[in-house]
């Protein structure tokens, strides 16, 4: 095979930053969407349990079971992706070489973080719509001024899961980041106020539980959506926990 | 302006990274000109990759100064990525992605990047278009991340052992593209652990070993620094006296034992010498074996300067 002359004349530069962060994020929101794991774990997963904890009274909960459940399945939803998610695919991301390809091109630094942020932000889209829609099927029946408050916590949660993911999956071996991940995503479901509300859990355990992210985002949550009025405590705590994470990832992520 | 243009793409002077036990690149020196290729040889942990690495700015030396088209690659990088390209020496590509998409994506971050499709076809990877990274072989790794370094229409690439892990006709493909780029004005910096690479692609060729450089110049002046010498190989038993040898030998012969039982005479080899050769192993009760005369290729220059195999 012959090149004519002038195919690779250089002619360098840096591409447009709008389409520079739509094809990053639509590529990074893509590849989650064709992952079989992460598909099982952000979308079927949190739908299963909405549905089932829904029709089956295994746990009693107060009429309409739906309100109840639905927005803890959210905040189930968002730590699944934000956290568990983007921080299994950051360690073998890493492992494979893609942060410094990326970052070996013209892409600035923080378009690197930008884009990774909106893609991640895409799939919550897509989860919170898919299981609002199911919800809705089942009768569910949100506070409508709680409506707005939840599009900001669900902002927030994913934004401080998110800075907690990418703590997790950019300091750590891409295996061991895969177990820890997990494992906490267990005990969060469990026993970080997802499942089990913080404030059924007795005394100082509940008020501990109301401080964690999950158990912030889920309290918050019900709040906005069943009575409409989440108080003030869920904000700080999700915006404690994004600002110390995302402190803390700037110095420890390794692109490699 | 001159100035700058006269200035050598790259330039290394006295780099020195050490890492906890060992020192990875010991003092190193090195000068590109602008639109030439320069072939890094040496054999594996010789310091390649930490050097070219440093020069990509992924690397913060210990010591030494690194200039990359008149930039520093660690404080300005960002000035100095957009006109790059970049092949590591593995990875580089989500382990899901699909090659073009891939390519698509490095391309968007350019500003006049080539035709995504051209590429792909262009480097034998349409028929696996739709197959994940991780489950391409090898060479498909290496044919995209060569495409990514190149898709941005760079002044100046970066590639890491380039043909590792490629078939023959591949790597006739990529031995196609740095001719091509040369031809276009494209200065290459690549490394190789394959003689016949750098002598077939570069003006400059700069032979390292511990961090050091042990040789440096074209790939001629390297190979026929003795135009007089010959040499001649010839497998035996191991452990023969290359002293008893070297006596019965014109005097200007040297001759090695260059791994167990391989010799290695080097010198003016004319018939004579042959037949020496052969009549001595004789009297030892031995036959000669694979006996072979050539001309001095990178490979013996290196084995003389260091004493070690390049291909290890
Ligand atoms: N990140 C690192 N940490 C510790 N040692 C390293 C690291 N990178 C390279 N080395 C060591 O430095 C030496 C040179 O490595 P490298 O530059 O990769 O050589 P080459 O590319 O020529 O094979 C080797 O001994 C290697 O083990
Ligand atoms: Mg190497």
Redesign the pocket.
Known sequence: MTFPAGTFTPSPGTGRLGRMLLTHARTEAMLTLRNGEQVLLTLLIPLALLVGLTLVPIVSLPDPRVDEVTPRIFALAIMSSAFTGQAIALGFDRRYGVLRRLAATALPRWLLVAGRVVGGLAVVVIQIVLLAVVAAIMGWSPDAVGLLWTVVLILLGALAFGALGVLLGGALKAEVVLAVANIVWFILLLAGGIMVPASSMPGVLGDLVALLPSGALAEGLHGALVSGAPGWQPFLVLVLWGAAASALATRTTKLT | MSSAADRPAVEVRGLTKR??G?T?VDGLDLSLPRGHVLALL?P????????VETCEGFVRPDAGTVSVLGLDPVTQSEKLRPRIGVMP?GGGAYPGVRAEEMLRLVAACAANPLDPAWLIETLGLSGSARTPYKRLSGGQQQRLSLACALIGRPELVFLDEPTAGMDPQARRLVWELVRALRTDGVTVLL?THLMEEAEALADHVVIIDH?RVVAEGTPSELTSEHPAEAQLRFRARAGMSTELLAAALPEDCRVVESSPGAYLVSGPVDPQVVSTVTAWCAQQGVLAEELHVGRRSLEDVFLDLTGRELRS
Not at chain 2, 45 to 50: D, P, Q, V
């Open positions: 890492y906890s060992t990875a040496g594996n942990g010789a310091g390649k990759t930490t050097t020496q490394t961090g």
